[in-house]
């Protein structure tokens, strides 16, 4: 059982649609992190939470730590959105205080 | 120029060689990590060192070594490539390890054990 679980794994969707990222975790946390990674290959952060919601852009992040969730919306997708994108989760209550990562969600957005 | 370098980019290889993926940093970070992704899985991490004295196995180091030469230098080796090890590998550094500790990533290195 991985201990981050992404839906869905793959979304396609139109330019200018509204994009939702979904991410569940089991383990206690200390912060949440989406990444960003494109066809190249490289990887990104977006964002860093431990409560509540961020913005940058047109990309918006929620977690509630009590659900243990976490929503990554894109706002007017366009086809430069196009990308995996990752969540992944800081353990609380190790050294390491190490990240579990999710699968990964395929985003496609069609012009 | 790039924070996290790797060398190689791509590296195809065949079952039983031994092979030495490289990572630089100059972003002054203490810490840095080894990961692999496969396809449809999360990254998984395979050795981490928090300084120069200091190196820890991650959950997949089966098979694989480590080297951290200087703070900016961590290299991994494939002491005897098999071909499920073929894989994306990324280096990655971060500062204080804390819990809003941000993870920086090299662009990958692409290995195929054939």
């Known amino acids: 059982k991985n201990e981050v679980e992404q839906s869905p794994q793959n979304l396609t969707a139109q330019e200018g649609e509204f994009i939702t990222i979904n991410c569940s975790y089991s383990v206690g946390i200390s912060a949440l992190h989406w990444l960003q990674q494109h066809p190249g290959g490289g990887i990104v952060s977006l964002f860093m939470l431990s409560s509540g919601k961020k913005k940058h852009g047109r990309l918006i992040a929620t977690i509630n730590i009590q659900e243990k969730h976490s929503s990554l919306h894109i706002t007017a997708s366009h086809p430069r959105d196009s990308a995996v994108y990752i969540c992944?989760?800081?353990?609380?209550?190790?050294?390491?205080?190490?990240?579990?990562f999710g699968r990964g969600t395929q985003l496609t957005v069609w012009p | 120029d790039a924070d996290v370098t790797q060398t190689p980019r791509n590296r195809i290889t065949k079952t039983g060689k031994r092979i030495m993926l490289e990572c630089s940093q100059t972003k002054g970070h203490d810490r840095m990590y080894w990961y692999r992704q496969d396809p449809g899985l999360g990254l998984r991490l395979i050795y981490y060192?928090?300084?120069?004295?200091?190196?820890n196995k991650g959950e997949i180091s089966d098979g694989y070594s480590v080297s951290r030469q200087a703070q900016a230098k961590f290299s991994l080796s494939l002491e005897s490539a098999i071909p499920n090890q073929t894989a994306l590998y990324f280096c990655a550094t971060s500062d204080l390890g804390g819990p809003t500790d941000t993870q920086y990533f090299g662009p990958g290195t692409r290995l195929t054990v054939l």
């Open positions: 060192s928090f300084d120069v004295k200091d190196i």
């Open positions: 992944a989760v800081r353990s609380r209550g190790s050294t390491l205080g190490r990240l579990y």
